[in-house]
């Protein structure tokens, strides 16, 4: 490890670094001396480490890039989070002029900027990316000055994200820039030139600087922070809370780390791949999250947390045979570099962890980017700070380190966008990964500047025969990004012996104009044996133009010889409901030539959730002549179940009934045991009825055994609802389901028998009262007589009575229990009270501010893996941000997204629902409410009354003394779950 002139350097560039920028420093300590991190910097066998650059040569890294001249460029981020440093981020570039590994020189680049989150080098300049706009600096010299004046790219990013905010600039070796958004994030961003591809919540999208094109590739994940490509170039992120890393195909839907579903009929999301997380085995990501730092022993085996940022994949020979083709990444709680492989598993990986190779001593690093040098070597920035970098308990931003770390016998090389072509083709086929890829991109820029002569374009045609397969992807690439790729090379690349080549080709073929080679690839649709390549057609049939799209998806659903995947088929629905103009006639057609069960059960699944009968007796006339159609008859089955509850059956299910359930097959018979009861046979009911008392069904079978009597509303249903009431450990959830029946003295006797419930029992009472008009105005009559106290109707409860429409409920409401809205005034004397209190006394107790919270706050959202799902996670959320919490609280409605908007349905049958539209078919809408999910039949609908507001209710601090206002914001803003004791 070398030292040599560090600390001098450092000192003499730091006055003059210092002065131009007026940096903010709350935090308590001080990180470890840059000069005693290195030497405490733990490395695996055969690493050196330098100090490449520490305070104040650098501070704030948010992003940093090396170029193809082995600078480094680094995006300081000033603003972040606080936008309090407005105009002072900046991009800086550090110079290693004598070799040393130590930088000696640093030029401003650009200064004035805020909200800087990225910044990317290559064709001919910078681009710098500072929500809200995307913005291309032309330096064609590379002399660190800007040559002319800026473009603006990108705009209408969201500046309001914080740690969500759009990041990650990165070039494809397809030519592409992409990067990343969390969903905290969520944008609907607008190229210049090329309009917007609509709104990301999460997710890649990229950017092509020639076209102007702007596509959103893969939507989901809650906040991605790392992205680079393997040699088999696949594209992979590294991600926080809900995964670590992911595989990422285009058109993919992946898992949410919270939310409702973004499109209709999505019936699940692809997960991430490693196989393990990186914290103790057992928990959710929110419980490692609690336990990052007082407990940080208990996820320290495993790999440190879930909080991750930067991804580098250990591509050539640069490194060692042990870690080659292995990811990198820091683990921002544990401290630490991850190191994980990279597997192949049918058409797409999984991951296993490997262990931590870089564990630094130093209890400050927070490494932020992982990138290579055009020599191999490893640049790792540390934003240098304590808790998480969106921590704003206290603001460091006088500290942040760049190491670079190499294996023996590196060696250095010349400017590579200075090479002449002969030179870039012999990096091209050398073994190195990391020169190869700035040869690469070099080259295409070469072919977009028109400067490439046609000897060298003959010599990468010629590459496409190389035994290396990896050569054979990067001349395809380049040809391709340099938009000179031509029907015979791509298809002698689509021909090619490696399955990765021909995946690559696919991907090609559909960027251009496919029309022209559209029966090879057509062909190659249907015979290809590899599951990679059809993971990739599956991908590309959103690219392709209209009158190619059904013909490539009946293709690939059609095999029967090597059918495609689960992941092949769930990324083919995801992309099929992405079309805004798929209809069931679509699923339809497709599912009586599908061969794929598992893309069947999707389609059968659709055609149930937005055809109900005409869709469930389409399935069972194509499941009568199917061999086995198991899978397909359950799919559909489960969603009606589901969706509706009960069906009429179809003219052919008596004879399919007797057929299907002397099959010797067991799931067959399983299966017409489930229809059975969704078409309401007295038989299967009683079976239904058997489990309620069976000492061998689970809980949740009983449940779900009461739940469908009581919706079956046959002559014996409330006769086994009455026996489920008995019952103690039954009797909640036969409260809940009188909700079925109509009758007024159900309500009635509910109200009549109050005390005789404890109180888990009276708050279903309630829930069960207020889903109906002739139930609701005895129960408010009651508060008001002060029977039933007047907490137990909860203010969001209330306010779904009082904005259902109807009059006598509104009146009621008003005069039993109050008015749920306040006016403007009452909500700024409770922000001041608020204001006022926590400024006195700004800590409580956090342990009887938990129960506070699961009393009113924890119906709808989970802090610290507790409480329900209406509203978002509060865990991972900026809640040390005390105005905002507060006024987020005190005024729900004043910022409120289209999609989190109340909405009170009211049917014929007088009952009453309010909650989050998350779903809505032709025949079905599903609202989300403090009670789950709930299926309304359009059929039965009277009246859908959609608000402007927030289905969280005004007024919830007003009821609060002092003290229990402070100890809920003790709790609200603690680092972790307070005890229950």
């Not at 040569?57 to 090396?66: E, G, T, W």
């Not at 940022?309 to 709680?333: K, Q, Y």
């Not at 938009?483 to 251009?512: C, F, H, P």
């Not at 609701?776 to 009651?782: D, K, R, T, V």
Request: aromatic fraction near 8%; hydrophobic fraction near 35%.
């Amino acid at each position: 490890m070398k030292l040599r002139g560090v600390v001098l350097a450092m000192l003499v560039a730091g006055s003059a670094a210092r002065a131009d920028v007026r940096t903010i420093d709350t935090e308590t300590g001080s990180p470890m001396p840059a000069a005693n991190a290195l030497k405490t910097l733990n490395l695996p066998e055969g690493f050196t480490a330098n100090l490449f650059a520490s305070e104040p040569y650098v501070r704030q890294p948010i992003d940093m890039k090396v170029d193809a001249r082995g600078r480094v460029w680094v995006a300081e981020a000033y603003s972040y989070m606080t936008h309090s440093d407005a105009d002072q981020d900046r991009v800086v570039v550090l110079t290693d002029k004598d070799g040393n590994g130590m930088a000696d020189t640093r030029n401003i680049f650009l200064s004035g900027l805020t909200n800087l989150m990225s910044v990317e080098i290559g064709f001919g300049g910078v681009w710098v990316l500072a929500p809200p706009t995307l913005t291309f600096y032309p330096d064609a010299d590379g002399d660190l000055k800007p040559d002319g004046t800026p473009v603006i790219h990108l705009t209408n990013w969201n500046t309001s994200g914080q740690w969500n905010m759009v990041n990650g600039l990165s070039f494809g070796p397809d030519g592409w820039l992409y990067g990343r958004i969390g969903q905290g994030g969520a944008s609907a961003p607008r190229s210049v030139r090329g309009g917007s591809p609509g709104r990301i919540s999460g997710g890649v999208w990229r950017y092509h600087p020639v076209s102007s094109k702007l596509e959103i590739y893969a939507h989901g994940m809650t906040n991605p922070w790392g992205l680079d490509w393997n040699e088999d170039g696949e594209l992979f992120v590294s991600g926080n809370c809900n995964g670590h890393l992911w595989h990422i195909v285009g058109g993919s839907l992946y898992e949410w780390g919270f939310g409702a579903r973004e499109f209709s009929s999505e019936f699940g999301r692809t997960p991430p791949i490693e196989i393990a997380p990186h914290y103790s085995p057992g928990k959710d990501w929110w419980s490692s999250w609690q336990e990052r730092y007082e407990k940080a022993e208990a996820n320290d085996a495993f790999g440190g947390g879930h909080s991750h940022s930067g991804l580098l994949i250990c591509n050539g020979s640069a490194w060692p045979e042990r870690m080659r083709g292995h990811t990198l990444m820091s683990n921002i709680h544990g401290g630490r570099i991850n190191e994980d492989t990279i597997e192949p598993s049918g058409s797409t990986y999984v991951s296993r962890r490997v262990g931590d190779p870089i564990k630094p001593a130093d209890p400050w690093f927070r490494g932020v980017s992982l990138v290579s040098a055009p020599d191999g070597a490893l640049f790792i920035s540390d934003w240098s700070d304590t808790g998480e970098c969106h921590d704003k308990d206290a603001i460091h931003q006088d500290s942040g380190r760049i190491y670079r770390i190499q294996t023996t016998g590196i060696r250095p090389l010349p400017a590579i966008d200075g090479m002449d072509d002969n030179s870039l083709l012999d990096l091209l086929t050398a073994d190195r990964e990391e020169p190869a890829r700035h040869a690469l991109k070099t080259l295409q820029h070469h072919i977009r500047q028109k400067t490439l002569p046609p000897d060298t374009r003959e010599k990468l045609a010629a590459l496409l025969s190389n035994p290396d397969f990896r050569i054979r992807l990067r001349a395809l690439s380049v040809l391709h990004g340099g938009g000179i790729l031509n029907d015979k090379q791509l298809v002698t690349a689509a021909r090619d012996s490696d399955e990765r080549v021909r995946a690559m080709a696919v991907r090609y073929w559909a960027e251009r104009t496919p029309d022209s080679t559209r029966e090879f690839f057509h062909e190659m649709a249907a015979t290809d044996p590899s599951p990679r390549v059809l993971l990739h057609f599956a991908s590309v049939t959103r690219l392709l133009p209209g009158h190619l799209t059904p013909v490539f998806i009946n293709t690939l659903i059609g095999r029967t010889k090597n059918p495609i995947d689960a992941r092949t088929a769930q990324l083919l629905w995801h992309i099929r409901i992405q079309n805004p103009v798929f209809s069931s006639s679509d699923a339809g057609r497709l599912i009586s030539a599908c061969r794929s069960d598992a893309f069947a059960t999707y389609l059968a699944s659709y055609l149930v959730e937005n055809d109900g009968e005409d869709g469930i007796g389409s399935i069972f006339a194509m499941a009568a002549t199917s061999e086995n159609p198991s899978a397909v008859l359950s799919a559909a089955i489960t969603t009606a179940r589901k969706q509706y509850g009960f069906m009429s059956p179809p003219a052919q299910w008596p004879a399919l009934r007797e057929k299907w359930m002397a099959s010797p097959d067991h799931a067959l018979r399983g299966v017409a045991l489930s229809a059975s009861i969704l078409f309401g046979d007295t038989d299967a009911l009683q079976t239904l009825k058997q489990r309620i008392t069976s000492p061998e069904a689970t809980p949740e079978e009983k449940s779900d055994a009461i739940e469908t009597l009581a919706a079956a509303q046959t002559t014996e249903s409330i006769t086994v609802v009455g026996q489920a009431f008995r019952d103690p450990a039954l009797r909640k959830q036969a409260i809940r389901a009188l909700r079925h029946f109509k009758q007024s003295a159900v309500g009635l006797s509910l109200i009549e028998n109050w005390s005789n419930y404890d109180e888990g029992e009276q708050h279903a009472v309630v829930e069960t009262l207020v889903t109906r008009r002739e139930w609701a105005l005895p129960l408010l009559e009651c508060i008001g007589a002060g029977k039933i106290p007047k907490s137990m109707l909860t203010a969001a409860q209330a306010r779904g009575l009082a904005e259902s429409g109807d009059a006598a409920l509104s009146a009621a409401v008003l005069k039993h229990w109050g008015s749920p809205t306040r006016t403007s005034e009452q909500k700024e004397a409770t922000l001041a009270r608020a204001t006022r209190l926590l400024s006195e006394k700004p800590t409580g107790d956090p342990t009887k501010g938990r129960l506070l919270f699961s009393q009113s706050c924890g119906a709808c959202h989970v802090l610290y893996g507790e409480g329900g799902k209406l509203g978002p996670d509060l865990t991972g959320r900026n809640r040390a941000d005390l105005p905002s919490l507060v006024r987020s609280i005190v005024d729900p409605s004043a910022d409120v997204p289209e999609d989190g908007r109340m909405t009170i349905v009211t049917r014929t049958d007088g009952g009453i629902t309010g909650g989050i539209i998350v779903s809505e078919t032709s025949t079905a809408i599903t609202l989300r409410s403090q009670q789950g999910d709930q299926v309304i039949k359009k059929d039965t609908v009277a009246n859908v009354k959609s608000q402007d507001t927030s289905p969280m209710p005004e007024g919830l601090l007003d009821p609060l003394t002092d003290a229990q206002l402070q100890d809920l914001f003790s709790y609200l803003r603690a680092d972790q779950a307070a005890s229950t004791k």
